[in-house]
């Protein structure tokens, strides 16, 4: 870890353009060493040649192929890659040789080089019988360049992989101890029990509610992804038990509208955001208490949108966290890594109340962890 920050830390733009001009500098001085035993006057012709390929293929690779395409596209792009960079430097191979043919005056060993790629034409850099003639300078001149760049992204992913697992653990350990607020399950079993006392009929369904709840915080919230109706199921039994805590004392707008579906969900995704509504708004004063929430969905895109109002003076400026802890802090990491690129998330204070919109792409529950089933247990 310390080596990690250490150079994330020292690694400067200016120290940066240093390391690469020493780089280029020793690449230059092996190329030139190579050629001076060719021909020892037109090694710098040769030198030139071979830097302005392989310096453009370089940069090309490292700073935009590499970010834009090839760690999304995998093996095959990577082969396409090759191919073409392999043709850009014998293209620019063919056309010194023809400048040194017309123009130079190469020694014996250099112009029957030269000589053998002008008869061979630009045909012969696809043509079978010529291709290791050509392949094995691409190869000798080009490997080590872009065979340190190419190593360092395997192990930059790799290393970020693990990193991922390491903290799909740590948001394990840490999603047990943002579970449902003890205090809000104390309250509620008070009311339960006053229900119960006064032989309401409601109380029955409410321990039901209450069983699924826990059940399952307990049983699905370990899983990559559960179906939809599961977790609209569960935020729903959420929200009736919250009436039944508050009673009268707060105004609560409830407007989901989610038609039966195929897709699939990080569970408890929601959850975070719809009990810091309550925890920061009639938690802190059950007085004009509002929450509002919204959850409604677009072909395969969940849109969820929860508002609760706040107490007056709260500045607009003060930080997000307030409204978070470890349980936002969870959600976000978890968005990161399971919707990333197929979310967006906006927060914050408007018109005295605190707004939270969430947008998600979703994925096939059916096809991808239910295969062979068309249809979901409601239990």
């Not at 709260?314 to 470890?326: A, C, L, R, V, W």
Request: net charge positive.
């Amino acid at each position: 870890m310390f080596g990690e920050f250490y150079l994330k830390e020292n690694y400067t733009n200016s120290r940066r353009i240093i390391y690469h001009l020493i780089f280029w500098t020793v690449v230059t001085l092996l190329y030139y060493l190579s050629y001076k035993r060719l021909d020892p006057e037109n090694a710098w012709i040769l030198v030139a040649k071979d830097l302005f390929s392989v310096v453009t293929i370089f940069y090309i690779t490292s700073y935009f192929i590499i970010p834009r395409f090839l760690l999304d596209r995998g093996t095959p792009f990577l082969v396409l890659w090759v191919i073409m960079t392999y043709f850009w430097w014998s293209v620019s191979t063919y056309l010194m040789c023809d400048y040194l043919h017309h123009f130079g005056t190469p020694n014996e060993r250099l112009k029957i080089y030269v000589k053998i790629v002008i008869e061979n034409g630009l045909v012969g850099i696809i043509s079978w019988h010529k291709l290791p003639f050509y392949v094995l300078d691409y190869v000798y001149f080009t490997a080590l360049p872009l065979g340190l760049k190419l190593m360092q992204t395997l192990l930059n992913e790799k290393n970020r992989g693990i990193k991922l697992q390491r903290d799909n653990l740590e948001l394990e350990i840490d999603f047990l101890k943002s579970q449902i607020n003890p205090h809000f399950l104390f309250n509620t079993l008070n009311n339960i029990h006053s229900m119960v006392i006064a032989s309401d009929q409601a109380a029955a369904d409410t321990v039901l509610q209450l069983s699924s709840l826990m059940k399952y915080t307990l049983y699905q919230s370990d899983e990559k992804e559960v179906s939809l109706e599961k977790e609209i199921r569960f935020i729903n039994n959420y929200l009736m038990l919250e009436k039944i805590r508050y009673n009268e004392k707060i105004k609560l707008l409830i407007n989901i509208n989610v038609p039966e579906n195929d897709l699939g969900i990080a569970p408890l995704i929601l959850f975070p955001f719809v009990e810091n509504a309550f925890k920061h708004g009639p938690d802190k004063s059950s007085l004009n208490s509002e929450i509002e929430i919204s959850i409604q969905l677009e072909k395969d895109s969940l849109l969820f949108h929860i508002a609760n109002s706040v107490q007056t003076g709260q500045k607009k400026s003060e930080p997000d966290h307030y409204y978070g802890g470890i349980g936002i802090t969870n959600v976000l990491k978890r968005l990161e890594i399971n919707y990333k690129g197929n979310y967006e998330l906006s927060k914050g204070i408007r018109n005295g109340r605190y707004e939270v919109t969430l947008s998600v792409k979703l994925n096939n529950y059916l096809r991808l962890y239910i295969p062979n089933k068309r249809k979901i247990n409601a239990n």
